[in-house]
Each structure stands twice: as C-alpha cells, then as structure tokens.
C-alpha cells in the first residue's frame, strides 16, 4: 500500500484536531519509561556550500511508529529554501504509512514544546508575560501559553513591528490587551516568563533585566551555534532543556558556555522527560530558571501520529 500524503494544507486541517499538550505529554513520558527512542539529530552538509539538511529521528513503541522529519536549508542566491517533511513507518510492517508536510507541525511543536515547559517550570502565580519576535512561531507561542497562567500583562518586542500596521493589528486581535515595547530590555525587566522566538544567532535581550525566579525560553534555528542567550548566563541560572541526551552537544549556548565560561553538562538540573515523571529538583526563587528547546525527531514523530489516525478516522 502507498503511503498517505499530506501537504501543508492538508496538515493545516487537521491540527485543530490534535491535543498538541498531551500529545507532547504523553511522548515525553514514555521516553522517561523507556518507551521510546530519541537519537541525536545529524546534520548533512551539501556539497559546495550549497546547504544542509537535518534529520530528526524517533521511535514510539505505543504508537507502533518510528520515522524521521528532514528538513533542509537550500542556499539560493537571493535567499535561502527551507522546508520539511516527516516520513512514519509502521512498526510492524515495516512499510512507510505517512509522508506529510512537517512546516506547521514545526511550528506546533516548538510551540507545543515551549509551553510544556512553561506550565512545568515558570511560577504558579505568574503574571507577567514578555514574547521577543512577532512571526509565526511567536504567535504559536502565544496561543498555546495563553490560558496556562493568569497573565496581567503581556509585552510584545520585536524590530518587524516598528512598520508593520498589519502585524501589529493580527497581535492585537488575538490578544486585545498587548503591550508593544520600544526594545527587548524594557520588555524583559521584572518579566515573570520570557519567550525567546526568534531566528536570531546572537543573544536578543540583556540577561541583567531578568529577575530571579523568572523563566527564560529559548528556540532553535539553523545557524551554526546560534544562541538567544549570552552563553555565560547558563553560569547564573538553574538550567533545564527539552532532552539532555542530545540538546548540550548542539545548542549553541550550550556548547558555547562548555567551550569558554566552564560551564558543565552535569549542571543540568533537568529535561523534559524527568520533569513530567517528576524525577529531577524543581526551579527555585533565587535565580533566573533557563529552558532551552532543540527539537527533537520524537516530537515530530507523535504529532505526525495523531495526525495520520485523525486522517484515518475521518475517512473511515
């Protein structure tokens, strides 16, 4: 039997569908139980500098499914080609049963990622919430913290706003009482929970603006050891990321702060496996608390699940 095949809007049908935090949950919990597999991602370099591609990897037993979303980076003269698409293979047939457009399932799962932390790490009486970038990711981010906390307040900094009425008035509608900043210092100062969401190599905020206790999240992107994030702020936080298997080898910080400020692997004081199975210390008040998110073949592997059984179920 061939496989099925989903494009972006296809895909974009059916995630409404999907429960992205449990979803996420779940998979996160089995691989606390051994129940699934994350290898490391590779990242295969083209030839003459033409571009790359990364291949996340995954095996989910309860599923049945193992598979791998590539993403590559084709460099073309007036901009880059991005794209990427997830391949589910059936555990017991060995045969491929999903090929889809993984470009929304990414951004759901950074998202969807983001936010677990959220809920598991930032203050339960949170109230001030600081977003940096306003693309789709960010707003991603916003939709899916938006009900996690009773937020007071939310800012919003990022340069594409400055000129841009349009995207300007899409932040507004969907979160009537934001605040537009004139600069990401003034976003993140006394901030409770700060979201990083931008495709930025080089930090984005001043680590001196963020108070103890406060939550910072950051994301990935393509560039070569790209960091949200002075690497030396690893040193004054309490540190935690998606799995410490594989994130402290290639987030840029991380590998940054290992190489040139003596900060260590083993001062991780937890991932996202441990904390669902609350098998690793909780973050306290007395310093800012990091969560850095890689992305991991897994996350893709069970968002692309729920999305084949939600195509199933609806043909059926």
């Known amino acids: 039997m061939l496989p099925t095949i989903l494009n972006e809007s296809a895909v974009a049908k059916l995630l409404p569908r999907i429960d992205v935090q449990t979803t996420l949950r779940n998979m996160f919990a089995e691989l606390a139980a051994k129940k699934a597999v994350q290898p490391a991602q590779t990242t295969t370099l083209f030839p003459n500098s033409k571009g790359d591609v990364i291949t996340y990897q995954g095996v ?7 598979g791998a979303k590539l993403s590559p980076y084709i460099a073309g003269e007036a901009h880059a080609t991005v794209t990427a698409w997830t391949c ?15 470009s929304m399932l990414t951004t759901e799962r950074t998202a969807g990622t983001t936010a677990l932390a959220v809920d598991l790490l930032s203050k339960r009486d949170s109230k001030v919430l600081t977003i940096i970038g306003s693309g789709e990711i ?4 916003w939709k899916h913290v938006e009900k996690l906390r009773d937020w007071s307040e939310v800012r919003l900094w990022s340069p594409q706003l400055r000129d841009n009425a349009d995207k300007r ?3 507004s509608n969907a979160c009537p009482h934001i605040k537009f900043t004139d600069s ?7 901030a409770d929970v700060i979201l990083l969401c931008t495709s930025s190599g080089k930090p984005v905020i001043d680590t001196v603006e963020i108070s103890d206790g406060a939550l910072v999240t950051s994301i990935s992107t393509n560039i070569k050891h790209a960091h949200e994030v002075p690497p030396e702020f690893l040193n004054q936080s309490q540190v935690y990321c998606d ?43 007395t310093s800012p608390v990091f969560f850095r998110s890689l992305g991991l073949g897994l996350e893709d592997i ?7 059984i939600s195509h199933t179920n609806q043909q059926g």
Not at 248 to 271: C, F, Q, Y
Not at 302 to 308: D, M, S
């Open 169 to 171: 008035q899409k932040w």
């Open 302 to 308: 069970a968002i692309a699940n729920e999305i084949y």
């Open 184 to 190: 990401a210092e003034i976003a993140a100062k006394d």
């Open 60 to 66: 989910l037993e309860k599923g049945n499914v193992f």
């Open 88 to 102: 589910l293979m059936s555990m017991q047939t060995g045969q491929p049963i999903l090929l889809c457009d993984s």
């Open 243 to 285: 799995y410490r298997e594989t994130t402290p080898d290639s987030a840029g910080e991380m590998v940054i702060a290992k190489r040139d400020h003596n900060w260590n692997t083993d001062d991780l004081m937890g991932d996202l496996p441990e904390l669902v199975s609350k098998q690793c210390a909780m973050p306290n008040r």
């Open 138 to 141: 960010a707003f991603a981010h």
